[in-house]
Each structure stands twice: as structure tokens, then as C-alpha cells.
């Protein structure tokens, strides 16, 4: 089985730097997701880390370490819009096609 | 984005009485999937299909039944919904190859109320 954590809700302020944490515990790993997911919307793929490192995209990056189980997703420059969850998703096993969610980070920016 | 629609959107009904969900994708990926979402859990997958006539339980699969006689058509069928069946319901495609990871691409979801 898998095992995947995440905060449940966060908070940040406008402009500000947030770090979103997930940790995994599996019996493989064959990459590891980040959906965006607004209120009464669908999720939206953000990005994905198979291998160790730092993977930027904009003002959003994700860091992988699979020695220590652990991602996060890092959001800079924040704004209003980036208000939504934020879902870790993982695939174990070589072959596996197939995510597993964790139950998502309410991330609130204020003003 | 990627050609899925869920219908139908919105659907109340009555316990006991059988429901069926359809995901539409016209994206020719081979790999479809139903979850569904709670709050507190999370999306947890109920089946999934790798191919025609393919289909596979996840981890919520008990009260669901899934047929795909075509690529692009992922019925979800309730058989007898029950209250605990009220959910949002999230159909998913997704494709592996050297050109992607395999990243899921959400339908806009059917929201379903048993009374």
C-alpha cells in the first residue's frame, strides 16, 4: 500500500514564498505529481519529479528526494489566483501507470 | 487541454434506484480512469481501464461497475446507489511514452446526490 502526507491547509501571504511539503512512503517509486485545483473545478497538472532535484516551471518549482521519501512544490511571487488545493500524487513500482492522491493542501492567500 | 467531458454534471436521485456516468475523451489515450472525491480523502480511485474490454478494480470499487467498449467511452455504472455513493466523480486519460510522464487529464466532473 501507499501512504501519502500532506498539510492539510496553509496560509500565505500576497508576494510571499510558500512551501508545500509531501511525503510518501512506498513500495516502489515510479514518479511523483502535482495537480492544482481550484474550488468546484477539475485538478490541473503542475509537474512531475522522477528523479532527485529541483524541476522549475515559472514561478512554480518541485524538489524530489527518493532516498527520503519527500517533495515539495514551491510557489513564489504569490498571488489571489494561486488560492486552490494542492494535490501530491504518486506512482510506485517500475511499470506502474497508475497515481495515488494524498488528500491535498488548501493553500489561502491573502491579501 | 486535453478533449474529456463528463455527463452527465449534475445528478440527484434516490437510493436504490441505478446511475450511470459517462466520460467522453477524444484524445485516443489508452488509459481511463473514475475517481471520486470526498472531502477528508481525497481523490480515490474506483476503476480504471487499460484498454478495450480492459478494466481493472481500484481501491473503492465496492457498489461500482465499469464497462469500455470503445477508446473513447468510460461508463461508471452505480448498480444501487446508496447515500454514501453522494460524491463528486472525476473521470481521468492519460497515455505513456517517451514524449510524456503519463500526467492525468480530468474531465470537469459529474457531481452526484443520492437522497
Known amino acids: 500500500g501507499q501512504n501519502i502526507d500532506q498539510p492539510t491547509e496553509m496560509t500565505a501571504t500576497e508576494g510571499a514564498i510558500v512551501q508545500i511539503n509531501c511525503t510518501y512512503q512506498t513500495s516502489g517509486f515510479n514518479g511523483l505529481f502535482w495537480y492544482q485545483q481550484h474550488a468546484g473545478e477539475a485538478p490541473t497538472f503542475l509537474s512531475y519529479n522522477v528523479l532527485d532535484g529541483l524541476e522549475e516551471k515559472g514561478r512554480f518549482s518541485s524538489f524530489l528526494s527518493r532516498s527520503k521519501g519527500y517533495s515539495y512544490l514551491l510557489l513564489k511571487e504569490l498571488q489571489m489566483k494561486d488560492s486552490a488545493s494542492y494535490l501530491c500524487a504518486v506512482r510506485d513500482g517500475p511499470g506502474s501507470y497508475i497515481p495515488t492522491f494524498g488528500r491535498g493542501t488548501s493553500l489561502i492567500v491573502h491579501p | 487541454d486535453a478533449g474529456i467531458t463528463q455527463s452527465p454534471r449534475h445528478k440527484v436521485t434516490e437510493t436504490g434506484t441505478p446511475v450511470t456516468l459517462r466520460c467522453h475523451q477524444t484524445?485516443?489515450?489508452?488509459?481511463m480512469y473514475w475517481y471520486r472525491q470526498d472531502p477528508g480523502h481525497g481523490l480515490r480511485l474506483i476503476h480504471y481501464s487499460y484498454g478495450v474490454k480492459d478494466t481493472d478494480k481500484g481501491e473503492v470499487s465496492d457498489g461500482y461497475s465499469v464497462s469500455r467498449s470503445k477508446t473513447e467511452d468510460f461508463l461508471l455504472t452505480l448498480e444501487s446507489a446508496t447515500s454514501s455513493q453522494t460524491s463528486v466523480y472525476f473521470c481521468?486519460?492519460?497515455?505513456?511514452?517517451?514524449?510524456?510522464?503519463?500526467?492525468?487529464?480530468f474531465g470537469e466532473g459529474s457531481r452526484l446526490t443520492v437522497l
Open positions: 484524445e485516443n489515450h489508452r488509459y
Open positions: 481521468a486519460i492519460s497515455e505513456l511514452g517517451t514524449a510524456n510522464t503519463g500526467e492525468l487529464f
